[in-house]
């Protein structure tokens, strides 16, 4: 650990002085002989290599802080500039057995250890537009860098962020926050104060993780004006870091539905939850996106998806009339049914087994 301290105290001290040589240096930048002034130049573009290779951010930061009290801001962005190109340009780093992202969905191996009815609903996605997003990393030259996982660096979608979209997407279809499907997947309404009336959601949800590649991010451009003078803006075009809509830039999705009873639910009612939910999923994906600037057309997916699977853990009285093997779990003799899609419009006709309408009805 001593040893950790040190190296980034020896790393920062050189960084230290980088800067500190990219500031003097700046200064020829101006110089009126040709040969010193690309020369100058040369050395710059050297120094800002090797502080990028240290600390872009910081070194970024840095200089951007001093826009506001610098007489030369010219020189500043000019500097920031060069960083900011040199971050661009630097080779992504690819971490060994995450070529093709982290994957999200959970073993097989481990349904039969949920509650009775519980299930997974697992698929693929493509996207069909670019992803937007915002990191939790306040401390970086980008103004708004995707969300990324902390050790991996992958591209990702939290879980959080796929409960929020799927909530307004269910919003969009006119299922309001007091509808009974919406409470029983996402919990109890937030201004519920009675005690006997809170409770979790049904639904857990898995992060999702795009492919490191170094071909999978892009940056789109905004340039704000003055609304009055019609001019670009003093801080000038902002870079906004997307994932691109490729054809090998997948992710999984996953989520678990599992059933608490409480001693007053049905099992029609999660019929009437699956249905809320393969619904909302197929709007989420196709119609009102994922992620950020959602209403610009971004974060949305294709229809088609791979591996589209539905793993469903019944007790083996209720799935008697069903051929497959069952699993134990040391309590109760589990059946793992599972259902097979290939896009998301056949999911939104996905039944689940009628056996529970079966068993309502007795």
């Known amino acids: 650990m001593h040893m950790g301290h040190d190296y980034a105290a020896f790393q920062y001290r050189r960084l230290k002085d980088l800067l500190e040589e990219l500031d003097t240096t700046s200064n020829q930048l101006k110089n009126r002989d040709k040969r010193k002034r690309k020369e100058a130049e040369k050395k710059v573009r050297e120094i800002a290599s090797e502080a990028v290779g240290i600390d872009a951010h910081t070194?970024?930061?840095?200089?951007?802080?001093?826009?506001?009290?610098?007489?030369?801001?010219?020189?500043?962005?000019?500097?920031?500039?060069?960083?900011?190109?040199?971050?661009?340009?630097r080779p992504v780093q690819q971490y060994p057995g995450q070529p093709h992202g982290i994957p999200a969905v959970p073993g097989g191996d481990r349904f039969d250890l949920l509650p009775p009815f519980?299930?997974?609903?697992?698929?693929q996605f493509e996207l069909h537009k670019p992803f937007l997003s915002k990191d939790d990393e306040a401390f970086h030259l980008l103004?708004?860098?995707?969300?990324?996982?902390?050790?991996?660096?992958?591209?990702?979608?939290?879980?959080?962020?796929w409960k929020g979209a799927l909530r307004y997407a269910l919003w969009q279809l006119e299922y309001p926050e007091n509808d009974s499907s919406v409470i029983s997947m996402f919990g109890n309404p937030r201004e519920c104060e009675r005690h006997d009336e809170l409770h979790a959601g049904r639904l857990q949800f898995f992060s999702s993780h795009f492919n490191n590649t170094a071909n999978n991010i892009e940056y789109e451009v905004v340039t704000p004006h003055d609304r009055e003078k019609g001019t670009v803006g003093r801080q000038g075009p902002i870079l906004l870091e997307t994932i691109m809509a490729e054809a090998n830039n997948k992710a999984d999705f996953a989520v678990v539905y599992i059933p608490l009873f409480h001693g007053n639910e049905t099992h029609a009612e999660i019929i009437r939850d699956f249905r809320a939910l393969v619904k909302g999923l197929h709007a989420m994906m196709t119609v009102y996106g994922f992620g950020a600037k959602t209403?610009?057309?971004?974060?949305?997916?294709?229809?088609?998806?791979?591996?589209?699977?539905?793993?469903?853990?019944?007790?083996?009285?209720?799935?008697?009339?069903?051929?497959?093997?069952?699993?134990?779990?040391?309590?109760?003799?589990?059946?793992?049914?599972?259902?097979?899609?290939?896009?998301?419009?056949?999911?939104?006709?996905?039944?689940?087994?009628?056996?529970?309408?079966?068993?309502?009805?007795?």
């Open 59 to 89: 070194a970024y930061l840095w200089f951007a802080a001093q826009t506001d009290s610098q007489q030369d801001e010219t020189r500043i962005k000019t500097l920031t500039s060069e960083l900011r190109q040199q971050w661009l340009n």
């Open 118 to 123: 519980s299930f997974v609903l697992s698929f």
């Open 143 to 161: 103004d708004n860098p995707v969300r990324k996982d902390r050790v991996f660096q992958t591209p990702m979608i939290a879980a959080s962020g």
């Open 295 to 362: 209403s610009s057309g971004f974060g949305i997916a294709k229809d088609a998806v791979r591996d589209g699977l539905i793993s469903l853990s019944l007790p083996s009285s209720a799935a008697k009339e069903i051929n497959d093997q069952p699993a134990s779990n040391g309590l109760q003799p589990r059946v793992i049914k599972t259902l097979h899609f290939h896009t998301l419009s056949e999911l939104c006709t996905t039944q689940l087994p009628l056996f529970f309408e079966k068993e309502e009805e007795a």
